[in-house]
């Protein structure tokens, strides 16, 4: 299987996002958003799934975080999507469950190449360190829109909005890295139609 690498920069009038992934890695990360705790939730996504990242990315932030989340999110799905490259050989479906104390989160994921995203569950803080709870199903949202996936998550327990949201975004990395994981008995790609 060919290297799976990509780097991108992704920029509009409102934000600015440099990354560099490998899908290979051992979950190093380098990350600044100026929302310490978007970083915080972008570095267990890499940790957990085992993807070397680095990401800048400089928003409007005096606006607030939807900006910045949301291009995070896309810059970070097309760069998934150009890393997998024709998708040959990987598993394709994969999920996780995370619990976390009190909380467990579930991530069903396809790379199908249909985007699609639904989410069950609720936060009950409007704001988690600057960023708006509000924006983080749609990160998740815009990361399956533009990565080609589909992507479905779900809060099955949970009271503190904190572990909510990590057990959220490191489930869905276990779950990518498990999908994107080679297949040493597929050849082609994971459908009988012969094309993702």
């Known amino acids: 299987m060919a290297e799976r690498k990509t780097q991108l920069e992704y920029q509009t009038r409102e934000t600015h996002t440099k990354l560099k992934l490998n899908l290979d890695g051992e979950g190093a990360h380098t990350i600044s958003t100026g929302i310490p705790f978007f970083d915080h939730m972008l570095a267990q996504l890499a940790f957990h799934g085992c993807f070397d990242l680095e990401l800048t990315c400089k928003g ?50 396809d790379i199908s190449g249909r985007p699609e995203f639904h989410f069950e569950g609720a936060f009950t803080q409007p704001n988690l360190g600057g960023m708006d709870t509000q924006m983080i199903p749609h990160f998740f949202k815009s990361l399956a829109m533009a990565g080609g996936l589909t992507l479905h998550m779900a809060l099955l327990a949970g009271e503190n909005d904190h572990h909510k949201a990590e057990g959220l975004f490191k489930a869905l990395g276990r779950a990518l890295d498990d999908a994107a994981r080679p297949e040493p008995r597929r050849q082609g790609v994971a459908s009988t139609k012969g094309k993702l």
């Open 60 to 109: 409007d932030l005096e606006v607030d975080s939807h900006h910045t989340v949301e291009d995070v999110g896309i810059a970070l799905g097309r760069a998934f999507s150009q890393a997998l490259g024709t998708r040959a050989g990987i598993r394709r479906f994969a999920h996780a469950y995370y619990p976390m104390d009190e909380t467990l989160a579930r991530a069903v994921v």
